[in-house]
């Protein structure tokens, strides 16, 4: 609550000098708001530790700004990416609120290591940009070539993005007021079969299993006809601990302005996100509503303290409050739902207590009565930069120095309890204690990521030559103060420390042709002294073919350009042990030399490795961008990257007769990565009354390990080299046993099991040679699908407007991919849990040629039910509605008399509609907490 009010109190005073500033303004300045149109030979690009001018920029870059992406209504900004910028892949891990998260990659993989994680950077300093709202946002730019990358040294190789912040502007005071309103519900829900169907299945399963029927023919009469719903229960787990919608709502208040001497932004963002989780706290004052909340706050200052200096101050936070009934995430909440049988028991007996048995919890019970627990993170996010002018020394110079202080804290409280709950039946027996509430508090994670900066840029014009240089000097160190219990936090006490010089000049003569070399001299404190510093150069070329003489004047080519980039970059996040390159000598239980008492002693840990370094890569980009006819764009680049160095272990390189105690890990890895981006746009004139507007957007990537030191298959079908990053290795299914293959001891089949009609059958390649050898075990494994990442990714946003009214839509999609179904869900009886509507296509002696299913089986101990095999491997394509927005603007004259400049309101939505081959499920939601659907009603006021 003090860091509340500490922003409380900072924006309200950040208020009042802005305010103050604008009176000043009038009376100094004479300003005027206008419509900008952007010119492209003069608009400026972020290309990292800087801007350029787009028409000369050579590398491969794809930006958009934070306005574009207000239409996502969502509380991660990854996930607001989606679709949005060509060669970025993302995928959404989970969809409770607090408790989701995106993992962004950059053109794929290009690594079997530890990370393909791009590396981040807001306002020129590495930070975490996921909290950040669209509000605040002025603009994202990746950076995919090397060209672009190759200035962040040895953390570039998976990609960079950059992250811009709104600053002020020289304009009277804009106040911006935006409020949205929605409800989620789930996309879907498992669809579960009730105690009628699970009884009668069972059986079944039970008579497949030569074991008799467990429930009678008046059992299942009383399941039929909800007689007895204490003793024959049938309940929806589900629907008695999830409601059908959950509000959300967002608000932001901006301000924006400022005069020659003073130029502010200030933001402050408010997001209100309840959970699914029916409200439980508003029955039991000892549980909790589902919640989730987040406040953001930013302030950027921007002073000319002089004509030659100036001074950057930008403040940004986020604190964010999570609660819910029970634990702090849904996870085992939602595990049990999936496995707890709808005939297990009723929510509550008679008089009201709690059902349950010994080894089932019962869930409403578990979330009305065993507590809640909370949590609170704050990040902290500021840099101090000057700014100072050296035009006396010579016109173009212009030297910078900056500090960044980056911080994130997250506590967790609980408030435990404990219940009792009884069996049915005639003797209720019952389980568990009545308690009272206990509370624990702790410290889920702790960082700080601290920089300094120091820089030189030169930009100066000759006549035709036009030439523009920067050198900056980088030192940060990055702390983990506390690991999330349960990982290695070994080593954490030390700082990641990381210092580096980058330079880059660029020369363009007659605005034709284009040169740019780039470079960084690097080291971490992640290797060996000797070993921590690498160089990493880039070039690249480009050419404006559109200024030629042979097409200035063109009717159909406004603007064409054409470029390539080569260079090399490196990744120091490579895992493995750290401080691998130092021998370690762990203590170990010792000798007892008298009584009971041991004396420790040590041993030779995993072998030390001296020469351990960081990833390397090679990357190359052609491409070219055009605008032609009038409001068509198109951008289209090639690329390849060879990565090597990578860390693995050395499974043939080092024998085993050596004897070492730890095989060292070595970087002998390589992958290569290629493919292509393509983007196709249109904007109509703007200055109609009916405007329309596409962009139209394709990536595709493929990755082969060239090299992997992984030991010898006896089947080659097994060697991962040669294959792409996280490709599947499964059984082939080739149908079900019949009875006549039961009994014909020539089809192989798993060891040690007793094989029944209805069984998977699998294709039998387990000898040497990819031969059969008459069982089927892991050496029959094979690559049976990509279940990594998708080959293509692809989006249409579009968007019409005619006078007051507009219309936006953005479609994204993704092939080459698969998935694998898997737990209760989807496997009938397992761990003693339930069955789903995919069962009721089981195979049966009747329905052998139509069945989908294999046969139903009550016990846990038929392995070849579940192998991961082509059996359960579904496509995992699809195309989604991301968002769709429809607003109207009301008319000038109206709103001048509120003394409005702009009110628009609309209605949006997001992830409405899915086009996939998945039926038992959501594409991205297989398991856990389910996808979300949004409608929202918004309101924009501009003052």
Known sequence: MKLKKSIYYIFATLVFAAVTNQLYAQQKDTLATKTEVVNFKTAVRPIGYGNQQKSHTTGAISSISGDEIRDAFNNRIGNALMGRLPGLTIRQNGFEPGASSTTLNIRGVNTYGFSNAPLVIVDGFMADYDQLVPEEIEDISILKDASATAVYGLR???????????????????????????????????????????????????????????????????????????????????????????????????????????????????????????????????????????????????????????????????????????????????????????????????????????????????????????????????????????????????????VSFNSFYSGLSNKRKTYTRFSTGAVATPFGQNTSLVGTEGVQSQWNNNALQASLTYNRVFGKHDVSAMAIFNSDYYLINKAYPGTNAAGNDIPYKTNGVSSRVTYVYNEKYIAEFSAAYQGSNAFAKGKRYGFTPAGSLGWIVSNEDFLKGSKVIEFLKLRGSYGFVGNENIGGLRFGYAQ???????????????????????????????????????????????????????????????????????????????????????????????????????????????????????????FSDELTQINSARTTTGMPIGYGFGLEAIGFFSAADVSDNTIA?????????????????????????????????????????????????????????????????????????????????????????????????????????????????????????????????YVKLRSAEIGYTLPVKTLKRLGLQKTRVFINGTNLFSLDHLDEADVEALGGYPALRTVSLGLNLHF
Not at 626 to 648: E, T
Not at 847 to 875: G, V
């Open 584 to 706: 370690r000598y762990p203590f170990v239980d010792g000798y007892i030399f008298t009584g009971t008492s041991k004396l420790s002693g040590i041993t030779e840990g995993q072998r030390a490795n001296p020469d351990l370094t960081w990833e390397k890569e090679k990357k190359a980009n052609v491409g070219f961008e055009m605008n032609f006819a009038k409001g068509f764009g198109l951008i289209v680049d090639l690329f390849q990257n060879n990565r090597f160095d990578i860390l693995d272990r050395p499974n043939t390189t080092i024998p085993l007769i050596l004897g070492y105690n730890g095989v060292p890990e070595t970087n002998l890895g390589k992958v290569k990565n290629k493919g292509l981006e393509a983007t196709v746009s249109y904007q109509s004139n703007q200055s109609k009354n009916l405007q329309f507007h596409f962009n139209a957007q394709a990536s595709y990537n493929k990755n082969e390990i060239v």
């Open 156 to 402: 570039a190789a998976n990609g960079v993005i950059l992250v811009t912040t709104k600053k002020g502007k020289i304009q009277p005071l804009a106040i911006n007021f935006n409020a949205q309103y929605g409800v989620q519900n789930p996309v879907s829900l498992p669809r579960f079969l009730d105690s009628y169907s699970y009884a009668f299945l069972l059986n079944e399963g039970r008579r497949n299993d030569g074991l008799g029927e467990l429930y009678t023919s008046d059992d299942l009469q009383a399941f039929s006809n909800k007689s007895d719903p204490i003793n024959y229960a049938n309940v929806d787990w589900y629907d008695e601990v999830f409601r059908n919608t959950a509000p959300q709502s967002n608000y932001n208040l901006n301000f924006r302005g400022g005069t020659s001497v003073v130029r502010y932004f200030a933001s402050l963002n408010a997001l209100l996100q309840d959970g699914l989780y029916k409200k439980f706290g508003d029955e039991n004052e000892e549980s909790s509503n589902s919640k989730y909340s987040r406040l953001n706050f930013r302030s950027n200052i921007d002073i000319s303290l002089n004509k030659n200096l100036s001074a950057i101050l930008n403040l940004g936070a986020a604190v964010e409050d999570k609660r819910n009934p029970g634990e702090l995430t849904t996870n085992n909440t939602i595990s049990l739902l999936d496995r707890i049988a709808p005939n297990s028991f009723p929510v509550r007996l008679a008089n009201g207590s709690f059902a349950g048995t010994n080894p089932l919890n019962n869930p409403v019970g578990d979330l009305l009565s065993t507590g809640f627990s909370t949590s609170n993170s704050t990040t902290l996010q500021a840099s101090f930069r000057l700014n100072q002018l050296l035009d006396m020394i010579t016109p173009g110079l212009k030297a910078s120095a900056a």
């Open 749 to 877: 089949r798993p060891v040690g099991l007793v094989i029944k009609p209805g069984d998977i059958k699998y294709r039998d390649i387990g000898g040497p040679l990819g031969l059969p050898d008459g069982i089927i075990d892991d050496n029959d494994s094979a690559p049976i699908g990509n279940y990594n990442l998708p080959d293509w990714t692809f989006s249409f946003q579009s968007g019409v407007s005619y006078k007051g009214v507009d219309l936006n839509l953005v479609f994204q999609g993704v092939t080459g991919i698969n998935l694998n179904l898997s737990g209760n869900r989807y496997y009938a009886f397992q761990n003693n849990g339930k069955v789903s509507e995919i069962a009721l296509k089981r195979w049966t002696p009747e329905t052998a040629s139509t069945a989908t299913y294999p046969r139903l089986s009550s016990t846990d101990n038929n392995n070849n039910f579940n192998r991961f095999s082509t059996f359960w491997k579904r496509d995992a394509s």
